[in-house]
């Protein structure tokens, strides 16, 4: 779907258009889901995440600029939503927990998905996450990740190789 | 299936469904609170106003009125693998060029690359892309059977002008650089540009700016794998599709990726590139035979061979005597 698309979608729900909302979160929901799996790696935490940044697009898509990039703005708000979730994890857990590792299902069982976290950087993670599901070109993704070009350009295609190599494994 | 649909199909069983409590929440209203800015006002004369009214007026009609003829924006399509999409302004220098699938992406995050398109002429521009596309290695300078193989571009545009020169140009450059090719033109309607470029195109949406605004303009392409099969073998050259068959496969996928041509129009080329090696460089197809028989050792593998050529490799021993008997029997 095209940020332009997306960005009619939320002005269509800020007006209290529900069919609208329903179609966002069919056409989006995959992508924001992937992309927060990064940050939780686990399905239990990410599944929770993925309701709340619904719940808050919904709730500010008043705010939403029509015509500005809505693809962007839905990002921008799992990120946001992602980190403080995190920040307030490490926060409010007890002394004696400090140094236990989150819950994570990186355990490989062969799909993509759990491949994926195994073989791959939470960095790696997010850049093969933004341009093969959300159609960001290495450029774009650049300038999200504050990274050169050509650095995004060989992470993607590293990536992209220890992917292929790991799921041939598994088969 | 490759890695991305299945990534995706996995992804589509694990998200949640959308809950009613998320649905039903309402959007909070943003409320636009106006303030009253309080400034100070300068009196002015009401003949200096009506002076300067009209002095601005003046200039800016004639402004418009100078201005020469604009020249509508012209957007066309450069597909080899990779494709991609270039508007040129109205002084025919490229405008924006933007991926058409994700190997020309490759090409376009090199910002050195971009610098050498961005703001050229359409020639030199696309010249710089095939070069790029021969560069990263999209175009197969030599296949196994040690031939040159033929480099197809194809340019589509809509709109009333004339992209011949433009043909003649990178045909002239491949050549230059000792790359056969085929390079052709078409004028399509607007609804066929953007099949092409995988776009729907919005309604009241000038197509240049849908093209100028999107960021990338592919979509992955499911393969249909049993109609490879069926569609080669429609040939009729059961020899060919025999030893061809895996070689073939993983072209007409990649082809099929970047959908260039519909299967249809893929085999029709096929069939014209194997009529060619067929009739004047047979004995370059009798080596391709050789690579796919022969095992690592460089020794003829007789398990890949039929019962029929077994015996006679068996009764010659010779792989120049088994070729010929090929030649003669296993062509339709």
Redesign the interface.
């Known amino acids: 779907m095209s940020a332009n698309e997306i960005a009619r979608l939320i002005s269509l729900a800020a007006d209290g258009d529900n069919e609208a909302f329903k179609k966002l979160y069919v056409k989006t929901a995959r992508g924001v889901y992937a992309f927060l799996r990064t940050y939780f790696h686990n399905h239990f935490d990410t599944e929770d995440a993925v309701q709340t940044v619904y719940l808050k697009i919904k709730q500010n898509a008043d705010k939403f600029k029509p015509r500005t990039n809505g693809r962007a703005w839905i990002l921008q708000i799992a990120k946001n939503h992602a980190l403080d979730v995190l920040r307030k994890e490490r926060y409010d857990r007890p002394l004696e927990d400090a140094h236990a590792v989150s819950v994570d299902d990186t355990h490989s069982d062969g799909t993509v998905i759990s491949v994926m976290q195994k073989v791959l950087s939470e960095e790696e993670q997010r850049i093969v996450t933004l341009h093969v599901l959300w159609g960001y070109k290495h450029r774009e993704i650049a300038e999200i990740m504050e990274m050169p070009t050509g650095t995004v350009t060989s992470k993607y295609k590293r990536s992209v190789e220890k992917l292929k190599n790991a799921l041939k494994e598994v088969r | 299936m490759n890695?991305?649909n299945?990534?995706?199909k996995?992804?589509?069983s694990?998200?949640?469904k959308?809950?009613d409590?998320?649905?039903?929440?309402?959007?909070?209203?943003?409320e636009i609170k106006s303030e009253r800015v309080k400034s100070r006002r300068k009196f002015i004369s009401f003949g200096a106003l009506s002076f300067a009214a009209v002095l601005v007026l003046t200039l800016v009609v004639g402004f418009y009125l100078l201005q020469p003829p604009t020249v509508p924006e012209t957007v066309f399509a450069v597909e080899i693998n990779p494709a991609a999409a270039f508007v040129l302004d109205k002084n025919d220098k490229v405008k924006s060029v933007t991926?058409i699938n994700?190997d020309a992406?490759?090409i376009?995050?090199?910002?050195e690359n971009l610098n050498e398109i961005i703001g050229k002429s359409a020639n030199q521009a696309v010249e710089k892309f095939v070069d790029s596309a021969a560069k990263y290695g999209y175009i197969d300078l030599s296949d196994i059977t040690g031939q040159t193989t033929l480099a197809a571009v194809r340019i589509s545009s809509c709109g009333a002008k004339n992209f011949e020169s433009l043909r003649a140009s990178v045909e002239s450059f491949l050549s230059g650089k000792g790359i056969p090719s085929v390079v052709f033109t078409q004028k399509v309607e607007e609804i066929e540009f953007c099949d092409i470029i995988g776009?729907e195109k919005?309604q009241g949406v000038k197509l240049v700016d849908t093209v100028k605004?999107?960021?990338?303009l592919?979509a992955e392409k499911n393969i249909d794998e049993n109609n490879i099969t069926e569609k080669f073998h429609a040939y009729g050259n059961e020899l060919l599709a025999r030893i061809s068959d895996e070689h073939l496969k993983k072209s007409i996928e990649e082809y099929l990726q970047t959908e260039i041509f519909n299967i249809s129009q893929y085999v029709e080329n096929i069939k014209g590139l194997l009529d060619i090696e067929k009739n004047s460089r047979i004995e370059h197809l009798g080596k391709y035979l050789q690579f796919e028989i022969l095992n690592k050792d460089n020794e003829i593998s007789k398990d890949k061979l039929d019962e029929k050529h077994r015996e006679i490799l068996d009764q010659n021993g010779s792989f120049n005597d088994f070729w010929n008997d090929r030649k003669n029997n296993g062509k339709k």
Not at chain 2, 21 to 30: D, F, I, Q, S
Not at chain 2, 108 to 111: I, Q
């Open positions: 890695w991305k299945k990534w995706k996995e992804l589509n694990v998200v949640p959308l809950s409590t998320v649905l039903n929440t309402p959007t909070e209203k943003v991926a994700s992406d490759v376009l995050s090199s910002e776009i919005e605004n999107s960021p990338v592919y």
